[in-house]
């Protein structure tokens, strides 16, 4: 691994945790101390990221069941969307983080990075994340060759995501179609092609994702303010509320439409009820919310969203009982 050394003229704490990581990680407790710099970039302490990249992946995975008659999603491809996620959540955050190493230096939250605080070269980083890429691409050829060139043409997206928060103020609807690229995938990699069922589930994951991540923005909002960063939480201001549920009324629609047009029968509805009612909860949690409620309410979309991948798997399994 390229040695680490520090960027000129960036400094900040060495080695600390950082504030959105989870308390009491092995990453900051056991991991040798020379890795963790890497680690961190790769957000290995802060999971939540990879879980937001997979779900919309296992959400296709349990329609595609649904509507192929199977009685639950292929285990195989839900193996390799969940590595997949861990590795390109990974190489995706250390580009990032390459392109915004000035910018973190500027955001309390993010100073501490391994960029900006100095930890790691620029040219060690760019070496990781070849590194990470060589990784899913190995992944990604697994699956048949309409999902390869799907998950390849997502790198794009992936590729401009960092430079959007400098010219629009809705940089998440970019993170958006980036971190919804699955619920395609999900979808391709059983049938070869896409459907409706495919294109809905992807738009309410875009959705869902502006909804959460308007919240975890929030967070930031006076640094954001200061370093000229951005946000659909700046832009919404007094209005972020009901405009996050917008988001996620829009999102709970186009899952019920998808599962549908797919087939789904009462628990695929039940699983999308479930989700309804975590995001409406999440929503009545926003009004006034410190940095600590905003972050904690972004972290429980993992349980919203694998409330509604447990009512498609579910359902497909009622249905192949039938």
């Given at each position: ?25 092995w990453v900051d407790t056991r991991a040798p101390a ?14 939540i990221g990879w879980w937001l990249l997979l779900l ?267």
């Amino acid at each position: 691994m390229p040695g680490v050394s520090p960027e000129p003229g960036l400094t900040a704490p060495k080695d600390a945790p950082l504030p959105d990581a989870l308390r009491g990680h092995w990453v900051d407790t056991r991991a040798p101390a020379a890795l963790r710099p890497f680690l961190k970039l790769a957000r290995i302490e802060r999971p939540i990221g990879w879980w937001l990249l997979l779900l919309p992946c296992w959400w296709a995975a349990g329609l595609a069941a649904i509507a192929a008659g199977a009685p639950f999603p292929d285990p195989w491809h839900c193996l390799l969307f969940l590595v997949g996620a861990v590795v390109m959540r990974a190489a995706g955050s250390t580009f990032n983080d390459i392109v915004d190493r000035k910018l973190d230096a500027q955001v309390a939250r993010t100073r501490g990075r391994p960029l900006p605080s100095g930890q790691v070269s620029t040219r060690a980083a760019v070496a990781f994340m070849g590194g990470l890429s060589l990784a899913g691409l190995v992944v990604l050829l697994q699956f048949n060759s309409f999902t390869v060139g799907l998950g390849i043409a997502s790198l794009a997206i992936v590729a401009i995501y960092p430079f959007m928060k400098r010219i629009t103020d809705m940089p998440q609807f970019v993170l958006g179609l980036a971190f919804s690229w699955g619920g395609l995938v999900g979808w391709s990699a059983v049938f070869g092609r896409l459907d409706a069922p495919a294109w809905l589930i992807y738009a309410a994951a875009i959705a869902w994702t502006i909804g959460y991540d308007t919240i975890y923005a929030m967070q930031d909002l006076e640094d954001d303010v200061i370093a000229g960063i951005r946000s659909s939480a700046r832009y919404f201001g007094g209005w972020t509320r009901e405009a996050v549920a917008a988001c996620f009324a829009l999102s709970v629609a186009l899952a019920a439409l998808a599962a549908w047009l797919a087939g789904g029968g009462a628990l695929a509805f039940a699983g999308v009820a479930a989700f309804a009612a975590h995001l409406g909860w999440q929503v009545s949690r926003i009004e006034g919310a410190s940095s600590a409620t905003a972050l904690a309410l972004f972290r429980s979309n993992r349980d919203a969203g694998l409330l509604l991948a447990a009512g498609f798997a579910l359902d497909a399994l009622a249905r192949s009982m039938l």
